[in-house]
Nanobody, 113 residues
Framework: QVQLVESGGGLVQPGGSLRLSCAASGFTFSIYIVSWARQAPGKQRECVAT???????TYVDSVKGRFTVSRDNAKNTVYLEMNSLKPEDTATYYC???????WGQGTQDTVSS
């Protein structure tokens, strides 16, 4: 059974940083592309970062230069380092595996002074 468990969200001031983690289980983590998405209140869920098998990372324009996605296959975990946070980054963040259905519960990130 595929499980994705996100953690690390919280309340942070503008300009601050957060590091999100997503622990995966129930499948062979190392052979899949993994991504992070977010959903702000009243908005559609959007993919913000992807870590491909070749080590290639891609980001939505709004987070480029501020967010970094990484993975540790030995720990079946994917991370999202978020720096220079802005109020518009406030959302629930989810990790997902594009080739496998299912979502975790997400982790709430609020950027506010």
């Amino acid at each position: 059974q595929v499980q994705l468990v996100e953690s690390g969200g919280g309340l942070v001031q503008p300009g601050g940083s957060l590091r999100l983690s997503c622990a995966a289980s129930g499948f062979t983590f190392s052979i899949y592309i993994v991504s992070w998405a977010r959903q702000a209140p009243g908005k559609q869920r959007e993919c913000v970062a992807t870590f491909s098998l070749g080590g290639i990372t891609t980001y939505v324009d709004s987070v480029k230069g501020r967010f970094t996605v990484s993975r540790d296959n030995a720990k079946n975990t994917v991370y999202l380092e978020m720096n220079s946070l802005k109020p518009e980054d406030t959302a629930t963040y989810y990790c997902f595996v594009p080739d496998i259905s299912g979502w975790g519960q997400g982790t709430q990130d609020t950027v506010s002074s």
